[in-house]
């Protein structure tokens, strides 16, 4: 884990018989390969450059160690790029840990880099000075170290690469050997002026969690007020807090409060919900409010969506349905509007010769009239066929 902009150089194991490292972006599967004129990332031997650090850099990395049997050996390494936040000196993730606790911190990383020089020390962010500390080339010394020393010490030192010079920082606890140490209560979530989307009547948890110091501390105390009036004074049948505590690495304090709302109703909406973290040493506060979902809005998209699609379900099957009922009749009309059958002049006097036979009975009046009337208003007049009907284009005789 690396702040944003700063220099971070990470390292292949060194093995015995190596002779070629070879370092990947394995999220899109691409070598880095070695410095080249204005590159940011590069690859040397077994170290893997980032001059500076950029947001886009988070991710996976591979160092393929390559042996002279022609063996290989891959070692996975993950980069989170952290961004500056406004009073944020450095995140939770950014931070080595101390074993000691008789005053002497060293710089982490720092023998990383080559002839780098240490700008200054931070303790909880802000500037360390005193006759009390002794600055060496790569540590501090704190003398005689009693509990309000504990806290979080940042070195911050330069790197120069052909003439370009890199910050990097470093952080890492120290406890001294105090059974407890506060530190200014922080609250980890919710942020302060958050606001939260409800249903009503719906039931909602409100989480609070807050760090109050290095080990288990006197006074501890993570609650919730709703406009400036703690839960305990509540409706209880509403309101109700549970609350719990952990301890996370290096002996950090923490509790966690979760404010139980069974109902939400309309003053909720007006309402102000406080997370309050006191210990010994401070007390901070962090503001959250509710309002509505927007599910008018959400939903206006989806309800056109099915509504236009059920119209075109239903358009689709009337046209099917008549079509099956009125097919004949389509087609007619389609001939006769746009009489697709045109005449072709192709040296014929005719298309087809249509003889019948004649009689007398009373079959021969059906006969005769679908020979003269419907077999030239189809062929003929519809579909631009020329007929030699006998009787009518050729008389007896000829």
Known sequence: DVMEGEALVIKCPQLSSSVKFTWYHTDINKIIPAEEEGSRIFSLKRFLWFLPTS?????????????LNNRTKSFNMSVQVHPYKQGVCFPNQIRYPNDTGRGKIVCPTIDNYKNATIIQWYKDCKPLQGERYFKAEKYIFINNPRKEDDGYYT?????????????????????SKAKHSPLPPQILFPKDKDVIEVELGAALPLKCQARLGIKK??????????DNVPVKYLDFSRFHEKTHFFQGREQEYYRETTLHITEIKKEDLQANFTCVAVNEMHNTKATVTLQLKAQCEVGLPNVLLIVGSLVLLVAIAVSLILYQSFRVDIVLLYREIFQPYSAKDDGKLYDAYVIYPRSHTSEANFVEYFVYQIMPDILENKCGYKLCIYGRD?????
């Open 217 to 226: 501390q006197p006074m501890d105390v993570v609650t919730w007020d709703v």
């Open 155 to 175: 070195c911050q030192f330069s790197y120069t690469h052909k003439g370009n010079v890199f910050n990097v920082s470093a952080t890492r606890i120290f406890i």
């Open 55 to 67: 947001r886009e850099d988070s991710g996976n990395y591979t160092c393929v160690i390559h042996f």
């Open 394 to 398: 050729i008389y007896p005789g000829e």
